[in-house]
Structure formats: C-alpha cells, structure tokens
C-alpha cells in the first residue's frame, strides 16, 4: 500500500479550483479539450459532485448543437473519453453514438502502417506518414481499449492492445527504459531522438490504466508486455524527479524547464501502479503540483502543443505561459487519483 501525505479537503478545494476554470476555457472539439475532460470525468467519478457533471454535459451537448468536426483524426478521438463517462452517466445514446463513429474512424478509416500501428494524425492531411507518436496512446489505444472492455469486445481490446505493444516496441529505449516522443518508421529513426516528458507522461499513463480497466488482464500476452515497459519505465522516471518533485520536458536535460503536464501524467501513473516504494516520489510531487496550480485553478508552467522537434533547443524553448486543456486534464486526473489511491488491491506481481 501507497503511504501518503496530503490533506484530502486542500486536494478536494484545488480540483474544484481546477474544473470551474477548465470549464471557463474556449476549448475546441480536439485533444486539448478531449484531455481537459477527461480530467473533468475522472473528478466526478472520484468526488460524484453532480455539478462536475452537468458542466461536463451542458457543454458537449452545446458542441454537439453547434455541429462536430466532419472528419476525425486520432487527435480529435480524444474526446471520445468524455463520451463514454456521459454515455455511463447518463444513457443517452447520442453520447455513445458519437463515441463509436470514433471508433469506426479508427478501426477502418485511420492511417496505419506495419503491424497495423495507427499513424498519428492531427488533421485530415497526411501530416506525419508512417510516423509512430506516445500521444497516439492516449487519443487512441487507451480509448479503444475502454470500448472494448464496455463492450466485450475481444477484436477492439486486441487492437487496442497492438497498439500499446507496437508503440512500446517503437519507442521505448530498452537500454534506459524510457520513451522517445516519436518513431519514423520509413527512416527507422526516432528523428530527433529526445525523452520528451510529455511523452513518458502519455505512455506511462495510459499503461498504468490497462490493468486496471481489463479484467483478467494477465490472460493477454500483450498485457504482460505493457506491464513489464512500464515497470521498467517507472524505475527509471523515479531517478529524473527533480527536487521540486517534477519532471523537466526533456527528462535527462538538466538545462531543461521542469514541466507540469508531464509531472501530473507520470505521478498520476504511479499512483495507480500502486508500487509502495513509489511513495517518496508521489509524495514530493504532490507539494511540486499543488505548488503550480493558481488561485483560480490554471495549472501553470504546462509547455504548449510540442511536434517532435528538431533539436533540443526545440522543445527548450516552447512556451510553458498559458493555460493548456492538457495540463488541466493531467492535473485532474492526478489529483483525482490521489483521492482513491489506495481504495482497489494492485497485484504486486504485475
């Protein structure tokens, strides 16, 4: 079991702080606002405060009435999270309708290469061909993996599963346990070639959820591969806490600036990994994450929407000013996490 300090009525008052101005946001039908409410989802099923969810519904319903994108992309999946907590809320239909046209897009119209991976795409453009990227994990794997389970479903949860096999294969570095932000599959390269936080952050979020959401998860081949990249992720991430108890956006660039939404995301993955000597480290983050949230709940020093760059001076240098939809939504579904941390027995051999 997870030993914690913190004050469950400070962390209650600050995800509160955080929704309202998620909520104040203009966010758009994308990933920035498909993270932000999944955020807004986890804290009400945590905190069951039913205001969370009627915001949550009365702005979906408006996007809805306003007219949806009319193409999808692995980005914009993102925001089929929050579809499928106002589907389990509500049982309205339309909810979940939409969420399965996603999930059409993904199964048969969405770019793939090689062993059936989903090349990342962020419009109806053929931005990145044949490129493999960790924010795949989450707009996509993690989502389809939800549907699958809802629906038992074994060809969505096996698809979904490739997906985190391939993109462990692809990215992960075997020698350090860490992720690489992207993989070129027609050069053979992780082009730049950086440990990009945000990108640790996603795959080691995503991956710490599987075996929480499959049942019987130990039954699948693939799941054993996904436990054991984000065991040996997790020993390493624990090693690159800076002393504020973050992480910087290149994780092994000390001239690097610490980073919110990727500290949120991996602490986030510790909680629910729920490995005891993991404690100290989610510990020093709980004071580096309360430190970043404002009075009125933006979670600052979040760096901005990051290609994989092509230097270090590239992800260096992005702005970490503003308020980011992805930011809220890590730091939600940290905070959240922290609420239930030790409520549901990990199985300390996987």
């Known amino acids: 079991m997870l030993k914690l300090d913190f004050d469950r009525k400070e962390i209650a008052e600050v995800i509160d702080r955080i929704v309202h101005k998620t909520m104040n946001m203009d966010l758009t039908w994308d990933w920035p606002c498909g993270v932000a409410y999944y955020g807004i989802a986890k804290a009400w099923e945590v905190t069951k405060n039913e205001e969370y969810l009627e915001l949550l519904k009365n702005r979906v319903d408006e996007y809805m009435e306003l007219g949806l994108p009319p193409q999808w992309t692995v980005n914009t999946c993102a925001m089929g999270h929050c579809l499928i907590t106002l589907y389990e809320a509500t049982g309205d239909e339309k909810y979940w309708d939409v969420a399965m046209s996603k999930v059409a897009y993904l199964r048969k119209d969405a770019l793939r290469f090689g062993d059936h991976v989903l090349q990342h795409t962020v419009s109806a453009n053929?931005?990145?061909?044949?490129?493999?990227?960790?924010?795949?994990?989450?707009?996509a794997a993690f989502f389809l993996l939800r549907v699958g389970v809802k629906l038992k479903d074994e060809e969505i949860i096996e698809d979904a599963l490739n997906q985190y096999y391939w993109h462990i294969h692809y990215l992960q570095n075997p020698e350090t346990g860490l992720y690489y932000h992207g993989y070129n599959n027609i050069t053979g390269d992780h082009m730049s070639g950086f440990y990009w936080g945000r990108a640790?952050?996603?795959?080691?979020?995503?991956?710490?959820?599987?075996?929480?959401?499959?049942?019987?998860?130990?039954?699948?081949?693939?799941?054993?591969?996904?436990?054991?990249?984000?065991?040996?992720?997790?020993?390493?991430?624990?090693?690159?806490?800076?002393?504020?108890?973050?992480?910087?956006?290149?994780?092994?660039?000390?001239?690097?600036?610490?980073?919110?939404?990727?500290?949120?995301?991996?602490?986030?993955?510790?909680?629910?990994?729920?490995?005891?000597?993991?404690?100290?480290?989610?510990?020093?983050?709980?004071?580096?994450?309360?430190?970043?949230?404002?009075?009125?709940?933006?979670?600052?020093?979040?760096?901005?929407?990051?290609?994989?760059?092509?230097?270090?001076?590239?992800?260096?240098?992005?702005?970490?000013?503003?308020?980011?939809?992805?930011?809220?939504?890590?730091?939600?579904?940290?905070?959240?996490?922290?609420?239930?941390?030790?409520?549901?027995?990990?199985?300390?051999?996987?």
């Open 126 to 139: 053929n931005d990145f061909p044949e490129q493999a990227w960790a924010d795949t994990l989450f707009m």
């Open 200 to 350: 640790n952050a996603w795959a080691a979020y995503t991956m710490s959820q599987v075996g929480a959401i499959l049942p019987e998860a130990y039954l699948y081949p693939k799941f054993l591969e996904v436990t054991g990249s984000l065991n040996e992720q997790l020993a390493a991430l624990k090693l690159l806490q800076t002393e504020n108890g973050l992480w910087r956006t290149i994780l092994d660039d000390e001239e690097s600036y610490e980073e919110v939404s990727a500290s949120a995301g991996i602490a986030a993955a510790m909680l629910e990994k729920g490995n005891p000597l993991h404690s100290k480290y989610i510990n020093k983050a709980i004071k580096g994450l309360l430190a970043n949230v404002s009075k009125d709940g933006k979670v600052m020093n979040v760096s901005g929407g990051t290609a994989v760059m092509k230097d270090r001076d590239g992800y260096r240098e992005i702005s970490k000013r503003w308020i980011q939809g992805w930011g809220q939504g890590l730091a939600l579904a940290f905070f959240s996490g922290l609420l239930t941390a030790n409520d549901a027995a990990k199985d300390g051999a996987l």
